[in-house]
């Protein structure tokens, strides 16, 4: 590519394409600009009219680029990637000065990123605990060790200092194989596991369809991450004469930590969550089977039933075994209830 952009009083490139380019609009102007934007975001400014080829607005993020060609780009001023605080309540479980307990709710995002730069967890906690979450974890995830989906409700700890920080990331790296770090979920599931208790060793990693979500992989696979759930069935709902259920409560615990790992390895041995719109939307239909209020509780139930009910963890200053439960959201309870009948 030749002189590579100018860039005047606004916020604007001109790029000129050398010899060797080629391929979609949108996939060069990543690659050209370095990753000073995501694809996402540049396929969204081409669709928004912000880039000019040859002085014409183009509306393709798939047109072809040629060599010679001269792209214009108005890019609009990145956003202020530091979060402010905001006044969200929390539902604090413990607190000192070293750390945080809370029960998130469901629907929380834990911390900024596309499409949820505010009302998030890290929000609410900077205004919660002032400057000492400043520059601890990096400046998205001030004080984050861990986290939990959008959806997922339940019991999360967080540093308010970089020892804490460091101390307990440390036990959450070990996923407690030498520690005594421990984590429980509770997790509503469509039908009942052969084996009322059991584990799950199934690689996981990106999915090739979309690469949001997470699927089991190979051993050999080059993104493949070792992730182990240990679970048991709880209690059985609507259970049949052959020992086969509509649906169970199963407490799931994680010698791994991987994304979606409890939601991809129940949904790989046949039973996903409930609700669940990412890994369970196939069985949806199952819901006609059960009784009229079960059947209207589990339509109703816009989320995965998955719920992080324990945490026990070693207090990075003093040593002690902490352990902490959240109590079962109300949406949740409701649903259980219904599916007793």
Known sequence: ???????????????????????????????????EFSRNRIKSLIEQGAVHIDGKPCLEPK???HPGMVVEIEAPEPEDPEPKGEDI???VLYEDDDLIVIAKPAGLVVHPGAGNWTGTLVNALIHHCGDSLSGIGGVKRPGI????????????????????????????????????LERAYLALVWG???????????????STADRTKRSVKREES????????????????????????????????L?????????????????????????????????????GEARVAVNGFHRQALHAYLLAFEHPRTGEIMEFEAPIPEDFDLLLDALRG
């Open 63 to 65: 047109k072809k680029v």
């Open 1 to 35: 590519m030749n002189d590579p952009f100018n860039q005047g009083e606004t916020p604007r490139k001109v790029l000129t394409a050398g010899e060797d380019a080629e391929g979609r609009l949108d996939s060069w102007l990543t690659g050209v600009l370095e990753g």
């Open 222 to 253: 080059i993104d493949a991450r070792e992730a182990i759930t240990h679970y048991e069935v709880v209690e059985r709902f609507h259970e049949r004469e052959d020992s086969t259920a509509l649906a169970a409560l199963v407490e799931c615990r």
């Open 255 to 291: 010698e791994t930590g991987r994304t979606h790992q409890i939601r991809v390895h129940m949904a790989h041995i046949g039973h996903p969550l409930i609700g669940d719109p990412d890994y369970g939307a196939a069985f949806k239909t199952k819901a006609n089977r059960l009784p």
């Open 89 to 91: 309540p929390l539902e």
């Open 145 to 180: 060790v861990h986290r939990l989906d959008k959806d997922t409700s339940g019991v999360m700890v967080v540093a308010k200092n970089d020892m804490a920080h460091r101390h307990l990331a440390d036990q959450f790296a070990d996923h407690g194989r030498t520690g005594d």
């Open 192 to 206: 009942r596991p052969q084996q009322l208790r059991g584990t799950i060793d199934a690689p996981l990693g990106r």
